[in-house]
């Protein structure tokens, strides 16, 4: 049994009542783990006849599964590299639904790293309208641009601000906004002990005080009508239902939709508390556009790329930021004084004479796209040597070929001579 901090213990106990001891014995409960279904790759319904793991659905969120983590390994799993699936803790997937998605709808996520909810919204959105995906740590947010990467995302704005900045800009202009806050994490206590070490009680009453400028911040970038959820993997009261109401007590003009505690005892999950909100009064919002120059000349060499390896011509606006080419999301609000990470669909690289197309295109991209397609099995030895960053003997010359596991894009190779140059990131090669 694992020992938790007296302090918490005690608050549980006085939230908890006659539950406490149910609550308690959840501790001996192996911990819960869980995938969730990247739509943009793939259906729900295809994905599962692929057959590749055992698994049981997950209640609360339609494209997320149980997997027992004794019997299978999704994390090392060439699909998994192909970002048709992503690994989060099932109470985790209860959030986004009921930020009630729709296609086109202008997004916020505030707290975004390491992108289990930004992945989430983007398969919902299905490439229409805007997610900004916003992470205030200069590390964290790089593991949320690899993971927005993977599955494919092409309608994402990924920013790495503070809250006050991005409210001097963004004042009443989403339709939804998360706030999945930095919190002191008593949800991971079953699944990581390090959570129990760096537990205090002023760890609480820290994150108290984050959450609630988080918070306020957040709730003047909402339109009227709009919908924000306040979420936390945290239990204690003083993260949760006081964040809330204090909140609540400082703005009438909020509709409490829902305030809702995911407990380990009562579902199987590691716990979450969701808030739902409905702004009823009108922010004032001074948002400016981005005017796009057309490129033509400029683009020559993408184009020719183009017309020699896609099946499509990639249509919308395209930005040139120095060398590298981006697609940008039709709604493209001035992001002036936002440092951003990627605008869009980072799409290649203009070197002297010639295109070099990106990672991130050859995961949006769909193997009918694509003129060249080189197809690994799942269970292939070929297939973990192409992850690894070797080259492949395909006795072919073809130029620019896509690499792809049972048909999902897993990156680009360069094949002359027979032999494909392996373009898969040496950042993101297994060492396994
Ligand atoms: C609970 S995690 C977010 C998890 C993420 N939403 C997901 O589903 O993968 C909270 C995040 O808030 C960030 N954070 C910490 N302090 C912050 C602050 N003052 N303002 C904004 N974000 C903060 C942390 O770096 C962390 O990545």
């Given at each position: 049994m694992i020992s938790l901090p007296q302090k918490f213990l005690e608050d549980m106990k006085k939230i908890l009542g006659e539950e406490y001891d149910e609550f308690l014995k959840s501790y001996e409960d192996k911990k819960t783990t869980g995938l969730r279904v990247n739509t943009l790759k793939v259906s729900v319904e295809d994905f599962l006849n692929m057959g590749i793991f055992n698994l049981t659905p997950i209640?609360?969120?339609?494209e997320g599964f149980y997997y027992d983590e004794d019997e299978v390994r999704p994390g090392k799993n060439p699909l998994h590299e192909a970002g048709i699936y992503y690994l989060q803790e099932p109470s985790a997937?209860?959030?986004?639904?009921?930020?009630?998605?729709?296609?086109g709808d202008k997004v916020?996520?505030?707290?975004?790293?390491?992108?289990g909810k930004s992945t989430y919204i983007a398969s919902k959105l299905n490439g229409k309208g805007l997610l900004i995906s916003n992470e205030i740590n200069k590390t964290r947010v790089k593991a949320l641009g690899e993971n927005i990467e993977r599955f494919g995302v092409k309608n994402v704005i990924i920013t790495n601000s503070s809250a006050k900045d991005l409210e001097k800009i963004f004042?009443?202009?989403?339709d939804k906004i998360i706030v999945d806050a930095p919190c002191?994490?008593?949800?991971?206590f079953r699944k990581d002990e390090g959570a129990i070490k760096d537990w205090s009680y002023n760890k609480v009453l820290e994150c108290k005080s984050i959450q609630e400028e988080l918070l306020k911040r957040a709730y003047n970038m909402l339109k009227e009508g709009g919908i924000l959820v306040y979420s936390t993997c945290t239990f204690s009261r003083e993260e949760n239902e006081d964040v809330v109401n204090e909140f609540l007590s400082k703005h009438?003009?909020?509709?409490?939709l829902k305030m809702e505690r995911l407990w380990p005892h009562k579902i199987k999950g590691e716990g979450h508390f969701v808030a739902k909100m409905k702004k009823a009064s009108q922010t004032e919002s001074k948002v400016k556009t981005t005017k796009i120059k057309k490129l033509t000349s400029e683009i020559k060499n993408f184009r020719e790329f183009e017309k020699s390896f896609l099946n499509i011509k990639i249509e919308g606006n395209l930005e040139l930021k120095g060398d590298n080419l981006y697609l940008v999301p039709d709604e493209y609000p001035s992001l002036k004084g936002i440092k951003v990470l990627?605008?869009?669909?980072?799409?290649g690289t203009l070197k002297k004479n010639r295109f070099e197309p990106s990672h991130a295109l050859s995961h949006y991209?769909?193997?009918?796209?694509?003129?060249y397609v080189h197809n690994l099995n799942l269970n292939s030895k070929e297939v973990m040597d192409y992850l690894r960053g070797n080259t492949l003997?395909?006795?072919?010359?073809?130029?620019w070929v896509l690499v792809t596991v049972e048909g999902f894009p897993l990156g680009w190779g360069k094949e002359s001579n027979g032999v494909l140059k392996n373009h898969y990131p040496k950042g993101l090669r297994i060492k396994y």
């Amino acid at each position: 049994m694992i020992s938790l901090p007296q302090k918490f213990l005690e608050d549980m106990k006085k939230i908890l009542g006659e539950e406490y001891d149910e609550f308690l014995k959840s501790y001996e409960d192996k911990k819960t783990t869980g995938l969730r279904v990247n739509t943009l790759k793939v259906s729900v319904e295809d994905f599962l006849n692929m057959g590749i793991f055992n698994l049981t659905p997950i209640s609360w969120s339609e494209e997320g599964f149980y997997y027992d983590e004794d019997e299978v390994r999704p994390g090392k799993n060439p699909l998994h590299e192909a970002g048709i699936y992503y690994l989060q803790e099932p109470s985790a997937m209860a959030v986004v639904p009921n930020l009630d998605i729709k296609e086109g709808d202008k997004v916020l996520d505030i707290c975004a790293a390491p992108g289990g909810k930004s992945t989430y919204i983007a398969s919902k959105l299905n490439g229409k309208g805007l997610l900004i995906s916003n992470e205030i740590n200069k590390t964290r947010v790089k593991a949320l641009g690899e993971n927005i990467e993977r599955f494919g995302v092409k309608n994402v704005i990924i920013t790495n601000s503070s809250a006050k900045d991005l409210e001097k800009i963004f004042k009443g202009y989403f339709d939804k906004i998360i706030v999945d806050a930095p919190c002191s994490g008593e949800g991971m206590f079953r699944k990581d002990e390090g959570a129990i070490k760096d537990w205090s009680y002023n760890k609480v009453l820290e994150c108290k005080s984050i959450q609630e400028e988080l918070l306020k911040r957040a709730y003047n970038m909402l339109k009227e009508g709009g919908i924000l959820v306040y979420s936390t993997c945290t239990f204690s009261r003083e993260e949760n239902e006081d964040v809330v109401n204090e909140f609540l007590s400082k703005h009438e003009d909020v509709d409490i939709l829902k305030m809702e505690r995911l407990w380990p005892h009562k579902i199987k999950g590691e716990g979450h508390f969701v808030a739902k909100m409905k702004k009823a009064s009108q922010t004032e919002s001074k948002v400016k556009t981005t005017k796009i120059k057309k490129l033509t000349s400029e683009i020559k060499n993408f184009r020719e790329f183009e017309k020699s390896f896609l099946n499509i011509k990639i249509e919308g606006n395209l930005e040139l930021k120095g060398d590298n080419l981006y697609l940008v999301p039709d709604e493209y609000p001035s992001l002036k004084g936002i440092k951003v990470l990627r605008s869009g669909l980072h799409i290649g690289t203009l070197k002297k004479n010639r295109f070099e197309p990106s990672h991130a295109l050859s995961h949006y991209l769909k193997k009918e796209d694509v003129k060249y397609v080189h197809n690994l099995n799942l269970n292939s030895k070929e297939v973990m040597d192409y992850l690894r960053g070797n080259t492949l003997n395909t006795g072919k010359s073809r130029g620019w070929v896509l690499v792809t596991v049972e048909g999902f894009p897993l990156g680009w190779g360069k094949e002359s001579n027979g032999v494909l140059k392996n373009h898969y990131p040496k950042g993101l090669r297994i060492k396994y």
